[in-house]
């Protein structure tokens, strides 16, 4: 069993669509939760994160987390062909979102006019 | 403030062949990560460093792949005698000491270069 686990996808939605990315994993001891978006040819960038459970919101983005069912999730609202890319998960079990991160494989998202 | 440069862009090697692929940190980073992806795969963590030091080699595999960050220069992450397996894109990332950044409460985040794509013919 992967220790992150993440639907590659495709999905694919019209525009001003509510997406939503998940992923679950296995190891308890993750503490911080991450969201990275990488566009065709380029290198991940952080979209945000999250430090154990909770909500957190940033613009059209909102990032979840259930320790308990050890599930994540991303949601964009009001999605924009801007916003397709591959989305991907990380998680660190050592106490900061630096230093070792496990990723999931990516999903791929196409948000089309 | 120039990010996280990697080069080469693209390199091809033939088996056996030594491939050697480069990063240079953001200014003032003192911390570098290698990743690698391989397709159909997330990213998967190789190794972390600091300048002359290796903080966390747990994804390195054991033989043929080396690692450094000199006092000067950019991090070296070193392929011996590749095989077609080594096809994958590398990227390297790096950060300031964690802690640190702009407020030294907070966690900062790692900024990623645009990869190198290695391909073993």
């Known amino acids: 069993q992967k220790e992150v686990e993440q639907d590659p996808g495709p999905l694919s939605v019209p525009e001003g669509a509510i997406v939503s990315l998940n992923c679950t994993y296995s190891n308890s001891a993750f503490q911080y939760f991450m969201w990275y978006r990488q566009y065709s040819r380029k290198g991940p960038e952080l979209l945000m994160y999250t430090y154990s459970s909770g909500n957190k919101e940033d613009g059209r983005f909102t990032a979840q987390v259930d320790k308990s069912s050890k599930y994540i999730s991303l949601f964009i609202r009001d999605s924009q062909p801007s916003d397709s890319a591959t989305y991907l998960c990380a998680m660190s079990d050592r106490g900061s979102t630096l230093g070792r991160l496990y990723f999931g494989r990516g999903t791929q998202l196409t948000v089309w006019p | 403030n120039a990010g996280v440069m990697q080069n080469p862009r693209h390199l091809v090697r033939r088996r056996g062949q030594e491939a050697r692929l480069r990063c240079s940190p953001m200014?003032?980073?003192?911390?570098v990560y290698w990743y690698r992806q391989l397709p159909e795969e997330g990213l998967k963590f190789m190794v972390y460093l600091q300048k002359e030091n290796i903080i966390d080699e747990s994804g390195m595999p054991k033989e043929r792949f080396s690692a450094e960050f000199p006092k000067e220069g950019p991090s070296i992450l070193r392929i011996q005698q590749v095989v077609r397996g080594d096809s994958a894109a590398y990227f390297c990332?790096?950060?300031?000491?964690?802690?640190?950044?702009?407020?030294?409460?907070?966690?900062?985040?790692?900024?990623f270069g645009q990869g190198t794509r290695l391909t073993v013919v």
């Open positions: 200014k003032g980073h003192s911390h």
């Open positions: 990332a790096s950060s300031p000491p964690p802690g640190q950044g702009q407020r030294r409460t907070m966690n900062t985040e790692a900024f």
